[in-house]
């Protein structure tokens, strides 16, 4: 009976104990949703934190990259985004297995935030724009077919803001190692780390 008694106790603490996770801090962000995925090298992997800083609780964590032997590479976690503030964005979703026959997994299902300076895309636009708004100024040519680069030769270096499907980063030529980044907004994005982007209807 006493033991019946400790376990029946044990059903009641439960619900107590979880009420005490860490809440996710989701005010003042920016609203977005587009793929990304890990840059971080640690070979530890990523902390998943529940606010925009790197003192908020960490509640979840992100491996490092995987080999796939049978892809003959090796490929970061992807996530999907769903905002941003203070340079640091809101992910959910987060997956490994997208690639070669290794079955997809997720690894933290969400929301959660980790810092913009971890976060790589593939650049699917040939411009990178003033703002996030189609009718902003472009202010950098991101194609160029006599010297044979297009979108997808720049690496992301930093992303500080998400908005709808658009992105503030800082990318660099990564084919030219004399190359300044630029910073700017690229309206399409992707996670995809195998191909290119489609442009998702924009120049």
């Known amino acids: 009976m006493r033991y019946a008694l400790l376990i029946a106790a044990a ?25 990304g995925y890990l840059t971080d090298k640690d070979p530890k992997g990523t902390n998943v934190r529940s606010g925009p800083s790197a003192t908020a609780p960490v509640i979840g964590h992100l491996p490092p990259e995987t080999v796939d032997r049978s892809a003959g590479d090796s490929f970061a976690v992807e996530f999907t985004i769903i905002g941003s503030k203070n340079g640091w964005m809101l992910i959910k979703d987060a997956k490994t297995g997208q690639y070669g026959d290794k079955p997809e997994k997720t690894v933290y299902a969400g929301p959660g935030w980790i810092s913009g300076a971890l976060v790589g895309f593939t650049i699917g636009t040939s411009s990178l724009r003033s703002g996030p708004s189609s009718t902003d100024k472009p202010i950098a040519k991101l194609s160029d077919r006599d010297k044979g680069y297009g979108p997808d030769s720049f690496v992301v270096k930093r992303v500080y803001e998400c908005r709808g499907s658009a992105v503030d980063v800082t990318i660099v030529l990564v084919t030219d190692p004399k190359a300044k980044p630029i910073r700017g907004w690229s309206r399409h994005v992707c996670s995809n780390q195998v191909t290119t982007c489609d442009t998702g209807g924009e120049d």
């Open 11 to 35: 059903f009641i603490a439960a619900p107590a104990f979880a009420a005490t996770s860490p809440k996710v801090d989701t005010s003042g962000a920016t609203s977005c949703s587009v793929g």
